[in-house]
């Protein structure tokens, strides 16, 4: 698995479809996500997104995704009426107005859990818009657009199809934003363009459960130990075994979240010979025993 993959499959996100609505007259609808990301494509129409003292208009085609958290609104203008989005899917009525309507879209919400958030996720700006005009031709962003738009024009799009559609749409987004925006900043977008601690990151995203060590690590990347550990500390700000250690403890602790495994398993499962040594790992990193802070999550 790609390395973006892997950082959004373990984010635990929970898509929701909360509307694929067509709207027949003025409209302003409240997305409150205290602890959810929003995710809207305005498939026909145009309308404004606002968040705070920020008003963007959005056109046919268009994408935008509210990172962190942030109540947000949708207005067919900008002195529309507000109501919250609950209030909107209770009516029907609004939907049967008139033959063709000014504006469709579909909006997701994505739950972010309790706990941690990856650090990839905090470099991400409040809000990133993606006009439709800015997507190269036969870009696949464009094409799952014009897939999603198809399937609500023919009435055909469960919301099966569109969350799955939506969560493609997602990963793509982010890639596209990942691509147009190069940092000399230590963290994870700078570790995303550069190549060796981006292979280095892979190697260690699919293998976590081996025993890496920092020469073997080198080996695999063709390069030296001292080359590798500086790299990786000078894009990311930690060592690579360190990195590891992390990434192992955010393993254990999904697998832990599931149910069905034991502590002494699960450190197995994850690279230590004995729930004994990933304790002592765990509480080294982060002060504290690894069962005393899954009580609270769990």
Request: a positive charge; one cysteine or more; aromatic letters at 10%.
């Amino acid at each position: 698995m790609d390395l973006l993959s892997d950082i959004l499959a373990s984010a635990g996100w929970k898509n929701d479809l909360l509307s694929k609505g067509q709207i027949y007259d003025s409209f302003g609808f409240h997305f409150p996500c205290e602890r959810s990301g929003g995710f809207h494509v305005v498939t026909q129409g145009s309308c404004y997104a606002r968040m705070g003292n920020t008003t963007i208009p959005l056109h046919k085609g268009d994408l935008i995704f509210i990172t962190r958290g942030i109540n947000h609104e949708l207005l067919s203008d900008p002195k529309a009426k507000v109501v919250t989005v609950e209030r909107f899917l209770s009516d029907k009525e609004i939907r049967l107005k008139k033959e063709n309507p000014v504006t469709t879209f579909v909006s997701i919400r994505y739950e972010v859990p309790p706990g941690p958030t990856h650090p990839f996720f905090l470099e991400i700006p409040d809000f990133i818009h993606i006009p439709f005009e800015t997507i190269q031709a036969h870009h696949a962003l464009g094409d799952i657009i014009q897939i999603l738009s198809r399937e609500l024009e023919l009435n055909l799009g469960t919301d099966l199809i569109l969350q799955r559609l939506t969560d493609i749409l997602l990963y793509y987004m982010l890639r596209m934003w990942l691509n147009q925006n190069v940092t000399s900043q230590v963290g994870w977008v700078k570790a995303f363009h550069d190549s060796l601690v981006l292979y280095a990151l892979e190697k260690l995203h699919n293998g976590y459960s081996k025993d890496w060590t920092i020469e073997s690590l080198a080996k695999e990347t063709g390069v030296s130990r001292a080359n590798l550990a500086n790299k990786f500390k000078d894009v990311l700000g930690i060592p690579p075994m360190e990195y590891l250690a992390k990434l192992r403890m955010e393993k254990a602790k999904q697998l832990f979240q599931k149910g069905n495994m034991g502590l002494e398993e699960i450190a197995q499962n994850v690279g230590y010979a004995s729930a004994f040594s990933f304790s002592k790992a765990y509480k080294r990193i982060f002060g504290s025993s690894p069962s005393r802070e899954w009580k609270r999550v769990v």
